[in-house]
């Protein structure tokens, strides 16, 4: 699928279409193939025990889908999410970044749907998985 968003654009277009995630995400990689996002865990994604939290790795999940579909479509700041399916699997290791490999798994008129697989930065296995669907804005 060919993209029409690089890198160097994407963070600045999230940032100014949701501004209250500024700084809270990187993007490691973004090509034809797959995407690589980076949430920098810090004290306000930890659950008691020390470790990210479920709504925080979900986060990273959806802003990937997200970002992968508009790197797709361009710039639709109205996509949003209608389904998400999450599979917690291991604890992270505290106080490393959670890294998402997310896939554009079809690209259609209406509904994006995306494969996201979520890794504690330094752990082989993932720590979660999650699908999402996208529905897109009409007339793109």
């Known amino acids: 699928m060919e993209i029409k968003i690089g890198a160097a654009e994407m963070m600045p277009f999230l940032e100014e279409v949701f501004p209250q995630v500024k700084g809270m995400f990187g993007l490691d990689r973004l090509d034809a193939d797959l995407l690589v996002m980076r949430l920098f865990a810090d004290e306000r994604h930890l659950r008691p025990g020390g470790t990210v939290s479920g709504p925080a790795m979900f986060g990273l ?3 990937s889908a997200y970002v992968a579909t508009m790197a ?10 209608t389904n998400c399916s999450i599979d917690f699997m291991r604890k992270p290791i505290a106080g490393a970044d959670v890294l998402c490999e997310c896939r554009v ?7 994006s749907v995306c494969d996201a697989l979520l ?4 752990m082989d296995a993932p720590v979660a998985r999650a699908s999402l669907t996208y ?6």
């Open 105 to 111: 798994l079809k690209l259609g008129r209406a509904l």
């Open 119 to 122: 890794f504690s930065e330094g």
């Open 135 to 140: 529905s897109l804005p009409p007339a793109r």
């Open 61 to 63: 999940a959806d802003v």
């Open 72 to 81: 797709r479509i361009g710039r639709e700041a109205l996509a949003v999410t």
